[in-house]
């Protein structure tokens, strides 16, 4: 992907767009460093992964897993 800096692109805007809208995406720079990525509207965004639910069906917690080691809980708090 072609970069051009910040000063070039407020000059050659209208050129530039219309390159990106005909598939040519380019990013803006300042100072060497990438600011903006200027992509056709109609560009599928990027997908984004997604970790929640990953472990979906590997984990099986039990149904008294909240009374789990109630009694030496109980018996640490009173000193047993």
Do not use: C, H
């Not at 380019?26 to 599928?44: E, M, N, T, W």
């Amino acid at each position: 992907m072609r970069t051009v800096t910040l000063k070039d692109a407020k000059t050659n805007l209208p050129r530039l767009v219309e390159q990106a809208a005909s598939g040519e995406p380019f990013i803006i720079a300042k100072d060497g460093k990438p600011l903006v990525r200027v992509v056709p509207f109609d560009a599928p965004a990027p997908a984004k992964t997604s970790r929640i639910g990953f472990l979906a069906g590997s984990i099986r917690i039990p149904d008294d897993f909240d009374r789990m080691g109630s009694e030496e809980i109980a018996a640490a708090f009173e000193g047993r």
